[in-house]
């Protein structure tokens, strides 16, 4: 991963730059041009509307060059955050190595968080959107956004960055997959990272899990298949609670690494729907040639009559729920194209409702 830089080296050779629409290339002294009823350069071109089924380029950027934040916002509208896509499509590849929606790529399932912060990203409570992750390039970084949900979209944003970055060849391009399984199956591992082949870092997962049952959902365990491994994988985790860093089952809490940003239920007693998330910043996950990471679906459905650890492992059960991710890792490029996105009416079935008020 490209390093920050440090706050006092003033002999970096690096050009900082931003896009907006207030200044749609980047281009120096080429900011802030249109007029408002202000004047010229008085806020003229803040926001734009974006309609259903509209296809736009945020930015397309000549590298070498790092993408160091991103930020945005919209209403708080579930439907237009898991039915909005961003793609980035890095050095020139036809297909994108990012494809996710709105919502998830800013670190949040479901299209509903408060207001929260990790290492990768940061909301506000009125939804202002930021990812922190670095995002190294060589040639070209294009980024679009694409409107797939049924209503119109206001969109801010702004894509802070630098130019003159000396990366190698095989430096890792951030790459995000979106996947989501209504209702999952039985006895079959939930895909975070389906086989994918090259040199890898695992980054981590935004997950998203509304039960479909009241019972207990998340004995499952995270399990992460390295290079050679085959019937058994090497990384193997102890459940699902356990995985996002929580126990006793998903806590309101959203920490640097690991955590919970929202959960729909206050009342812990109740199986809701829940957006978790874990980073292996400190704990990397790595693999020379390939990686698979999934997490089982168990659930424990206690009797009351539990007097041993016999007695618990005869509670667990094989179930089924509603599972999504969005899943970041890093990949040099040229990569495999991503697995396909669940389509707008796939995404956007059966979000939880609003909170009663």
């Not at 997490?295 to 041993?308: D, E, K, Y």
Request: proline share 8%; hydrophobic share 40%.
């Amino acid at each position: 991963m490209t390093s920050p830089l440090q706050p006092y080296d003033l002999g970096v050779k690096l050009v900082t730059r931003s896009i907006s629409f207030e200044n749609p290339t980047g281009a120096p002294g080429a900011g802030g041009q249109a007029a408002s009823p202000l004047g010229p350069g008085r806020k003229g071109s803040a926001v734009r509307h974006v309609h259903p089924g509209e296809t736009i380029e945020l930015a397309n950027i000549a590298g070498p060059g790092t993408i160091r934040h991103i930020w945005a916002t919209t209403h708080a509208q579930p439907e237009m955050l898991r039915g909005c896509l961003v793609r980035i499509f890095w050095d020139d590849q036809s297909h994108p190595s990012v494809e996710a929606p709105l919502g998830d790529f800013f670190g949040f399932a479901h299209g509903r968080t408060g207001a929260f912060q990790s290492c990768a990203h940061s909301v506000g409570g009125a939804l202002g959107m930021n990812i922190w992750l670095p995002m190294p390039f060589l040639r070209r970084a294009r980024i679009e956004l694409c409107n797939e949900a049924p209503l119109r979209l206001p969109f801010f944003y702004q894509v802070d960055y630098t130019l003159g970055d000396a990366h190698a060849d095989d430096v890792g391009r951030l790459h995000v997959l979106f996947r989501r399984e209504n209702p999952t199956t039985i006895g079959r591992d939930f895909d975070l990272l389906p086989l994918r082949r090259g040199r890898i870092r695992f980054l981590g997962s935004v997950i998203g899990v509304r039960p479909l049952d009241p019972r207990w959902w998340g004995e499952g365990e995270m399990k992460a298949w390295i290079d050679g491994d085959d019937r058994h994988a090497t990384i193997v985790g102890t459940g699902t609670e356990d995985y996002v860093g929580l126990s006793w089952g998903i806590q309101a809490n959203a920490f640097l690494y690991h955590g919970a940003n929202w959960r729909e239920h206050d009342d812990a007693t109740k199986t809701g729907a829940v957006s978790i998330y874990r980073w292996h910043m400190a704990d990397p996950l790595l693999c020379e040639r390939q990686m698979r990471v999934s997490i089982q679906q168990i659930g424990h459905s206690p009797t009351g009559n539990a007097r041993s650890i016999a007695d618990y492992m005869a509670e667990l059960y094989e179930r089924q729920d509603d599972w999504s991710c969005a899943t970041f890792w890093y990949q040099a490029t040229p990569s495999d194209p991503l697995p396909a996105i669940p389509d707008a009416a796939q995404r956007l079935r059966d979000l939880p409702p609003a909170p009663a008020t």
